[in-house]
Structures are given as C-alpha cells and as structure tokens.
C-alpha cells in the first residue's frame, strides 16, 4: 500500500527510530580537505538538509570528483609483525576491486570502505585507519566481532546466501526458524558502513557503488542522509526466483532497501528478471523497457535494473604468466605431469561448487574410458571454505571419501588418478595450472557468475615467455577445453563451452571425455571465440558500462524536488518534478469560495473508490458529499467512468444534479430528470464479432481473467490473474487485437489491468470539452474547473484542460486544478495520495 504524504512532507522525514549497538568511535571525522568534524561521542545529526549542506561547506571546490566502493572487504592484505608490533599493508591484487582503479579515469579519485580480513585491537584502530586513509584511499570498519560474527557468519551465511542460491529455509540448521537477532546484527553492520562512506562522501559530486549481498540494506541508510546521492548496487551472487525469496521473512525490508539505489545490476537477465517479478509480486510495481534500460518506478523515483556480466583483468593475468616465479612453477608442473592429459578444477570448499559430483564423473569417465587409465589426471584446487557448518564439514568429508576411492580403486604405483590441493597456494602456481591443464571443468550447481573458466582461457592463450619456458613452438595454435555448468552465470557467454547438468554425473563424463578428445583444430576454434570475449568483456569494460549507467540514472537528480518518507528500513525518496506537487485543500477551497461558475469532473473506479475495494457501490457518504456540491446552482459536476450507463445510473439515482459520462462518453446524461445521449453516432459493431473470440480465446488461457461486455466497447479484465502471466498475456492480446481490427474503426486501449476495444473518437477528453463549450454556449463560462482521475483515460482529460480555450479570447482563464490520484508521471499539475484524500476535498468544497 502506498503511503500516505501530507502537504508538509518534510514532516516525515525520519528520526533515529534504529536502535542497534554503536561501535566505539575514537576515530575524528576524516575528510578529504583540511577539515574535520568532531564526532568523539559517535551521534550524527539527524536533520538531512543540515548534514548535506555541512559536508557541501567541508568540500573544497578543487577536489577531484570520487568513486566510493564499499564492499564487505577491503581489497588489503593486513599482516602484523610479530616482533615490532608493526601492521603492514598492502593491495591484495587478485582482488577485482583493486582492479577496478585501472579502468577509472586518473582524475577521479577511488576510495574504499569495507573491513579488514585481521583482528584490530581497539587502541590500534585510530592509528589504523589514518595510515590506510592517507596511503591506500581506504576507510576501514571495525566492526565487534561478536556482531562481525552474527553478520557475516550468521545472517549472510545461514539466511542469504542459501536462499539466493535457491535452497529453502528446510535444511537441518534451520529448525529453530528465522534468526530475528541475525537480521538485526545485519542491519547493525550495514549502518555501520554508511557511517564510513559519509566520513569521505560530497554527497552532491561523488558516486557510490555498493557491492554483494552482504549490504543490501545500506541503500536505504545512505539515502536517508542525503536524498541526492547518486548510489549504485551490484550483485554477485545469483537472485532467486520469486517462490524462493518470497520465503525470506525480511523481504519486504530488503527490495525496498535496494530500491533507494539509483542502478541496480545483475549478472545474468535471469537474475534481473527474478528480481524484478519479486518487485512485481511483492510490492507490486511494473517495469518498463526504454531504448535498452530496464526501469522501475517508485516513489517517482526511476530506478534503472541492468545485467552486466563482470570480466577479468586481462593485463594483469598476462603479466602474471610472464612473472619468473610462474615460468618456474609451470616448468615443474610440466615435468610432473608429462605424458598425461590433466584437467583443472578451481573450487571454493561450499556446497554448491559441486566439486562432490565432479568427482563422481571423473570416476564415472574411468570406469566407463579404461584407456584413460594411468593417462589422465584431475588436480582439484580447493580454496578455504568462507563458512563455516556442518554442510561444509560434509561436503568436505565426502570430498575426501570420493577421492580416495577413485585413487585406490584406479590409482597405482606412481600414479594418482585424483589429485587434492586443499592448502592455500600462490597466485602463480594457480596460473602455471591453467597454461598447462588440457581441459577445465567447473560444474557447480548454482554460481553467481564464477571468473574460473575466463582465467583459464587467458592463461591458455599464453605468453612469449611461457611459451619458452614450456619449450614450446611459438607459432603453435593456442587451444583449450571448458566444461561448465549450465547453472553458472558465466555460462551464457561462453558460447562455445561444453555446458552441463552437473547433477547428470554420466553426461558430465560424457562431456570430458568429448573435451579431452576433441582434436585439435575445434579445440583451436572454441578458444579463439571465448579469448576474443573474454579480452573485449573484461573488467574495465565492465566497470565503465556501470558508470556510464550510474550517470545516466543519476541525471536528473537535481532537477526534482525530494523528500524523505516513512520510518526504519521503510524509508524511500519521494521524487517530484519542480511543477508537479500535492494539491493544498487550502488553495483549492480558496479559489472555489471566490469563483461563481465552476465545472468539475471526477472518476470513479481509482477515485472516488479504491481499486482494492471489493463493494464498489458508492456508499451513503459517498452519496451525501456528491450532493452537497450538485445542489450548489453553481457547480456543474460530471462523473466521468468507463463503467456502463444503467449501473452509473442505479448507483447515482439519489444525485438529482449530477451529471453522468458513461463508457468514457460514449453515453451522456445531464442530470436525473435527464434522458441519456449519445455524443458518438455509431451504429455499426461488426467488430465485436471479431474481437470478441480473440478475447474469449485468452480468457479461457487466463486463470482469472474475464470479459466485460458494453454498448460501445468490450473490456478483457486481468486484475485477478497471476501478475506476471496475466501482463504477459495482456501484451499478446493488445497485439492480436491490434492485427485483426487493423481496418476497423476501433482503437485498443490498454488501461489499468484492462485491455478495451472502443469505437474512435471516444474520450474523456471529448466530454470535457463538449461540457465546457455546452456551458460557455448558455452563458456560464467556468471560472473554476477541477478535475480528478487516476487512470491512463483521465489523461486525456487533463491534457485537454490544458489544450481548450473557453468562452472566447475576451474571458479571463479559469483557474484550473487537475489532480491525478498517486504519485505518478502524469500530464495533471497536482496529485493527491489516494481516495481517502479525494473524499476530503470533496468534503472541504461541499462544506464550504
């Protein structure tokens, strides 16, 4: 339900209703001009506008524009000398966020928030956080360890990450339900990190991008100290569909939260698309696609949706190939595994990196290819677990189970068919793997995107001097062999791969056997296709397609009014153009006291009752207020709906003044005492025998949907069919309809879950004006006109009011008040909430 605004909005912006432990703060407010702020006792000021114009003051106007990247880690390797005491720092460069620098602008400055990966005592932190401030651009968050530990280990671990992984909330560790603690720990550690970023933020200059799931809700603390900042989200991690997230009890709180970014981006489309009908199901907003941007609209904020897969640093992973310790390693590996055909797994140690049916199919592929017995190889690297559990404790038993099974039942002396490496190993001699691995397989069962196979084919490609450590002719063909699994977000773009179903453990061994023989001139042609995506998609390619989006979602920034609406993790940015605002009853009943000829025009469904109102009989209130106003001799008061002339006419028989426009002026009565006319002239409805099996057609495949039949048009409803199906199918009707009645004269519409098939010439914009030209033409040209709809044919009326011209050149203008009912994009200058407010104008006018 949207919420209700008032004619102050400012008065709803948000206190400090979070009330979540504080950390320690000995650490004064860093900026990055000679300016401090003293913060000793760790309260902020809560009043927005102050805030922004304080840190607008603290920014000199030579500073380089920013990019603040905030992620759960810094992008640092934090190692303290035991002897001295001393913390030594340095870039942890496999890191894609340190990788990022080289693809942004040198006159933009890129700074870091995030933790460190190390235990820093709480006497140390000050001293800490200046050196990494001063010498690498970071901002570190020291965040408790008891709530690092309900954070990371706890909410991120046991809650987020099953669940965007598309496991429900079933498993064994989930008996005692939803953790609510957990959450508030999350929330806790999210508000800590916007703390930081607003220590090194000009909210009016710089740009923000937030990365992964471990800070969804920072979005919302960041939008509410200041509405302005230009904010994007990235997820690595898969977006479950909508029946898996709807099962988060914390939903709600989290699509809201990521709605107050400005561009949200996804690796994959299917990850968009799930968020985006999890936005449709949940909080019932549309999407629209405009010239390739995927838009949703909130609060008259646009929020833009993107998927825009990552890449790898290419330069950097080259001149790793080319570094001595590689070409040494890769010497040594060579030697080792000459005359074998070695495939390479990189995993991390967690359930869903599937390295327990990889394994399966490599024992599969031996028992079914005796030949590759004593000739092949799988060396499986096995990064450290990033959890801890008992799914992990398992997976890695069972890990070691499998291996030494396979080892004992094919291996012999001198040779190991499977091949462990489970301790922490160099940069360099990972890449020595991949130049020499004949095939690579990664197979794990849902993936956000996983950059293995993109490393792999780089590393391939090789270099001069690899090439000559390996004793290798340089003009060879470069080839190699990917199998991956069809759950990964990689996989769409690695066309030429072998994809997988990693839980069919015979068609993975299939699918090796086929990579390992594969000649060589297809293997020479699949790795020149992947090489040449995975150097033209690479890291900076992906970087600045985010901020070339983040720009154009931030560009109208400063040309709407905003204001700060709703509570805790409710809180959202209502956005309005400068000319749009929220009518003042005030105002209104101000100039309908001083005018003498007044015309006002009001729908009905959305307006004067709500759209979610099962009676839509208008009710004795509703009754009494429509009666004050139409017994003023003054007023001229029309109800103008599509619905039907007999149920307007049964519904309104105790408004003896009241004017009625049914089937959006198809039919028009003056008054009770009045006979019904017909302001269109057409007799000739041949078309509804064509439409109307279109139609019947579509409902039959529509749970839910149903046909409304009038005098003039025919209306397909879809209000209650699924939201998604019921759209999906309301765009193939408006399509067909469009094809079949292209000589009719007709037009189809498409309205607020509704498609309808009219006869041309019929709008509420023509009963507008043929009303207010009937008025002028006996003497009673309006000096007051008040119109009130919240559907796509009340715009017709709006925009007439603007375009008509009453009574002559010679009249003065009438003072026009056109009210559309929502916040939304719309030709009416004013808007009211919903028909809670319109009732309450009507009231005040009747009153008055």
Known sequence: M???????????????????????????????????????????????????????????????????????????????????????????EGSILWQLKDSISSETDVFYVGSLKADVDASEQENVSVELLEEFNCVPTFIPSELQKQFYHGFCKQHLWPIFHDMLPMFADFRNGFDRSLWHAYVSANKIFADKVMEVINPEQDYVWVHDYHLMVLPTFLRRRCNKIKLGYFLHSPFPSSEIYRTLPVRDEILKALLNSDLIGFHTFDYARHFLSCCSRILGLKSESKRGYIELEYFGRIISIKSLPVGIHVGWLQSALDHSSSLVKAREIYKKFKGKKLVLGVDDMDIFKGIGLKLLAMEELLQQYPEFQGELVLVQIVNPPRSNGKDVEEAQKETYITANRINKRFGFA?????????????????????????????????????????EYVVCRQGSSKMDEALELDPDSPHTSALVVSEFMGCSPSLSSAI????????????????????????????????????????????????????????????????WGMGFGLSFRVLSLSPSFRKVSNYNIVSAYKRTSCRAIFLDYDGTIVPHSSVVKLPSAE??????????????????????????????????????????????????????WEMSHICTNFVWKSIAEPVMRLYTEATEGAYIETKESALVWHYRDADPDFGSWQAKQLLDHLDSVLANEPVVVKKGKHIIEVMPQGITKGLVAEEVLSSMAENGKSPDFVLCIGDDRSDEDMFESLLTKAYGGTSLPAPEIFSCTVGQKPSKAKYYLDDTVDVMRLLQALGTS
């Open 2 to 92: 949207v919420a209700r605004s008032c004619i102050n909005l400012l008065d709803l912006v948000p206190r400090e209703v979070l009330n979540f432990p504080q950390t320690h703060r000995a650490l004064r407010r860093v900026m990055t001009v000679p300016r401090t702020f003293s913060d000793v006792d760790g309260k902020r000021r809560d009043d927005d506008d102050d805030e922004a114009e304080d840190y607008s003051n603290a920014f000199s106007s030579e500073c380089n524009q920013k990019i603040i990247i905030v992620a759960n880690f810094l992008p640092i390797n934090a190692e303290k000398d035991k002897k001295t005491g001393r913390w030594c720092f340095t870039y942890d």
């Open 414 to 454: 001198g040779y190991q068919p499977v091949i462990i490496i489970d301790h922490p190993i160099p940069v360099y001699e990972k890449i020595s793997y991949f130049a020499l691995a004949d095939c690579c397989i990664v197979n794990a069962v849902r993936d956000g995107m996983n950059l293995i196979p993109y």
């Open 499 to 562: 994809r997988v179903n990693p839980w069919d453990i015979n068609g993975v061994a299939d699918a090796m056997n086929l990579a390992i023989k594969m000649p060589s001139e297809e293997q020479q042609l699949r790795h020149d296709k992947h090489y040449r995506y995975v150097k033209s998609h690479d890291l900076a390619y992906w970087s600045r397609s985010f901020m070339r989006h983040l720009e154009h979602s931030c560009k109208d920034h400063f040309r709407n009014h905003c």
């Open 622 to 675: 509703v009754i009494a207020i429509l009666n004050n106003i139409c017994n003023d001799p003054n007023n001229t008061v029309f109800i103008v709906s599509g619905r039907g002339k007999t149920t307007l006419g049964e519904w309104f028989n105790q408004c003896k003044n009241l004017g009625i426009a049914a089937e959006h002026g198809y039919f028009v009565r003056w008054g009770q005492e009045s006979t």
